[in-house]
């Protein structure tokens, strides 16, 4: 660990300590700066307090971020400004592993160096705060920590926080990125532009700099305090812009509190974003003790009939969610190896304009054409779950109020897994605050997050777990609360079937690069009928635009522990030789590891299955067809294995020819290379299943 003093005298005064091991320093007015690397030496951050506080980060000796501002501001009281210098200074290393419940990998290492800084002023009140730094092989993490003291007792407002990234050699940086503040929340396609045409983004927020080093600003364990967007100022200073309270209050908190971790992931090409671990490193351990029932896996659901309107969700003649429909989906479940069903539609509140029915939505009640109890029992009796569903259209009070109740009626029945949702433009959550008065909120903003934690840990008591749509972005807190499965948050597949555009073929090139570094996503893949709206005048054209190929692929570089065979029965069955690929693909790994790839271009992944010996690959790429070479080596050397292959024909194409593809078979071993073709908005998708 490098971790050094400059501007300090030649001779140590009398009044300062020096230490080597792990401490406190003690620091004269004369200490300006104290850096601090990674423990390959990679990165070095610099923390200074040269015309206030601020950090700097460098990676190989090139800069990545230069300068930035730290800091934050109080309603009532003078904020973390300027006028504050480091007092003391502690450093400390940790190299450890731990083991996920569930995940892309079981065993995840923690192998980093810290360096804790306490700022102080000259003043009585608000006159001192912490912020903790951990640099990692893959990027460093950083929060405030603001303790009890004058001026800061109680209730605490925040108003503003100071803190920057500001990004060398901006007008050469090339961004991938979404809006941030708008009205489809995550849900947008996402932009390649120079850095320069942003302006208030999400995050993970992703960018490439002139030496190619691929950097992701994001944040991780996000607990009572409001989402950080990222605001453009001048061209290359991002300034963290917190989502309001609809007071404007930006986070409302008590003497005491640590910040979210604002978090770096770097990284000298594309590729090695895909394998970090950092966002899970900075988030706490597990606070749910028994973790066995927390269960992976696979289901189908009464869900896509709904998006290409063959069924309602709301009640009548092509009702979807009925006992009838909810039983043969089981058949199909339990003939073909799924875990559960999925069912939307049950329960009352979805006849008229559902987007707009949250205060009506009741979540125990169900409608006369499904009884709840005998969809349950008859799942138990094949060894089926039924997936329990809770759309809110964002009215939060409405499902808090009946949440207790919902939950203990799906616990009754054996239901071990709820997708909620929260389905409304962004800023318009509702909410009814102490007075009675209506309040609207962003789902983004600290009492929305604060709800969506609260049902997770209510479904934990319950032994539920939790998929939510419409969410909070993801910032490892299913390392802490692993009941939270999944989540949505970007474009899923449900925009294929009625958006215009629908998801192009670069977009999920793109989400392994942006959306899905903050953890996994219920994308839902698994479309093999693109041809539902071919007899639409007004949807004509709106379709995955995919090869099946890719679909399948899907399965593997999109990773979540839940994963739905989104598509209708009776179009599996109608190709069983490509379904056998989802039959057997599982849903939690040993391990997992990005092989090659560039952002929204194209992504190989290979990942070995929890407990097993077999592997698996999935490859796509975006509007251009492609040749990859895979060397094979992530397999066991000295063993042999089948590679089942599922690959475009040579005539595939997504616009002309999506469903030519080719089913076969080869022996291989570590030693080997794979040559893969992928079609235009093609993939690969390949079982490695170990020869006895």
């Given at each position: 660990m490098t971790f050094f003093r400059s501007k300090l005298p030649n001779k140590l005064s009398a009044g300062l300590l020096f230490t080597l091991g792990c401490g406190l320093l003690p620091l004269q007015a004369a200490a300006k700066s104290y850096n601090i690397s990674s423990p390959d030496g990679a990165i070095t951050l610099a923390v200074d307090d040269d015309n206030g506080p601020s950090y700097r980060v460098n990676f190989n000796g090139q800069p990545v971020i230069e300068a930035s501002r730290l800091g934050m501001v109080f309603k009532d009281v003078a904020g973390f400004d300027s006028s504050f210098t480091i007092t003391s200074v502690e450093k400390s290393q940790v190299n450890t592993s731990w083991q996920q419940p569930w995940g892309e990998r079981k065993t995840v290492v923690d192998h980093h160096n810290e360096l804790l800084i306490r700022f102080s002023a000259d003043r009585e009140q608000s006159n001192r705060y912490l912020v903790r730094f951990r640099v990692f092989n893959?990027?460093?993490?950083?929060?405030?920590?603001?303790?009890?003291?004058?001026?800061?007792?109680?209730?605490?407002e925040i108003t503003d926080e100071l803190t920057e990234f500001n990004i060398p050699q901006a007008e050469h940086t090339t961004a991938w990125w979404i809006p941030a503040r708008g009205w489809n929340r995550y849900e947008y396609l996402y932009n390649t532009t120079p850095l320069s045409e942003i302006d208030r983004v999400h995050t993970p927020f992703t960018f490439k700099l002139k030496n190619q080093?691929?950097?992701?600003?994001?944040?991780?364990?996000?607990?009572?305090?409001?989402?950080?967007?990222?605001?453009?100022?001048?061209?290359?200073?991002?300034k963290a812009d917190l989502t309001p309270w609809s007071d404007g209050i930006l986070v409302k908190t008590r003497a005491d509190f640590n910040t979210p971790w604002r978090t770096l992931q770097i990284s000298p090409d594309a590729v090695g974003l895909l394998n970090s671990d950092l966002i899970l490193n900075l988030n706490e351990p597990s606070k749910i003790a028994d973790t066995s029932w927390i269960k992976p896996g696979k289901y189908i659901g009464i869900w896509w009939g709904m998006h290409i309107n063959e069924t309602t969700w709301g009640s009548g003649d092509r009702h979807g969610a009925t006992t009838a429909e909810t039983k043969r989906y089981m058949d199909f479940a339990a003939e073909n190896g799924f875990d559960g069903v999925l069912v939307e539609g049950w329960n009352i509140g979805w006849d008229g304009d559902w987007f707009f029915n949250g205060d009506i939505f009741n979540f125990t009640k169900s409608y006369d054409d499904f009884d709840l109890k005998a969809a349950a029992d008859y799942g138990e009796k094949l060894g089926v779950k039924l997936i329990g569903h809770h759309e809110t259209s964002g009215s939060v009070t409405n499902y808090r109020n009946q949440l207790n109740d919902a939950y203990d009626l799906y616990r009754q029945h054996g239901v071990s897994q709820i997708k909620t949702g929260y389905v409304a433009d962004g800023g318009d959550i509702k909410r009814i605050d102490e007075n009675g008065v209506v309040r609207?909120?962003?789902?983004?903003?600290?009492?929305?997050?604060g709800e969506y934690l609260h049902s997770v840990k209510e479904a934990a008591k319950r032994k539920i777990s939790i998929n939510t749509h419409e969410p909070i972005k993801d910032t490892g807190l299913r390392r802490t609360y692993p009941n939270w499965l999944s989540r949505e948050g970007a474009r899923g597949q449900e925009f294929n079937a009625w958006a215009n555009p629908a998801n192009g073929p670069e977009h999920t090139a793109m989400l392994p690069f942006t959306r899905m570094l903050a953890g996994p996503m219920d994308f839902t893949p698994g479309i093999f009928n693109f041809d539902f709206n071919?007899?639409?005048?007004?949807?004509?054209?709106?379709?995955?635009?995919?090869?099946?190929?890719?679909?399948?692929?899907?399965?593997?570089?999109?990773?979540?522990?839940?994963?739905?065979?989104?598509?209708?029965?009776?179009?599996?069955?109608?190709?069983?030789?490509?379904?056998?690929?989802?039959?057997?693909?599982?849903?939690?790994?040993?391990?997992?590891r990005a092989l090659a790839g560039e952002v929204g271009d194209y992504v190989v992944f290979t990942r070995q299955e929890r407990d097993g010996d077999d592997w698996y690959l999935g490859a796509l790429t975006d509007e251009a067809e492609r040749k990859v070479e895979v060397a094979l080596n992530f397999l066991e050397p000295g063993r042999q294995y089948q590679a089942q292959i599922y690959r475009d024909g040579d005539k595939a194409h997504w616009l002309n020819n999506p469903y030519d593809m080719v089913i076969e078979q080869k022996t291989v071993t570590a030693k080997d290379k794979l040559t893969l073709a992928l079609a235009a908005s093609g993939g690969s998708a390949i079982r490695f299943k170990l020869l006895k």
């Open positions: 893959d990027g460093l993490g950083f929060r405030y920590e603001v303790p009890k003291q004058n001026g800061l007792t109680g209730k605490v080093v691929h950097v992701s600003i994001h944040e991780a364990a996000l607990v009572d305090y409001a989402a950080m967007t990222l605001d453009q100022q001048r061209t290359g200073r991002l609207h909120e962003w789902h983004d903003g600290q009492f929305t997050i071919a007899n639409s005048k007004e949807k004509a054209g709106i379709r995955p635009q995919t090869t099946l190929a890719k679909q399948l692929a899907l399965y593997v570089v999109l990773y979540s522990p839940v994963q739905m065979a989104a598509d209708l029965p009776r179009n599996y069955q109608a190709n069983l030789p490509a379904f056998q690929f989802i039959k057997d693909v599982p849903t939690d790994w040993e391990n997992s």
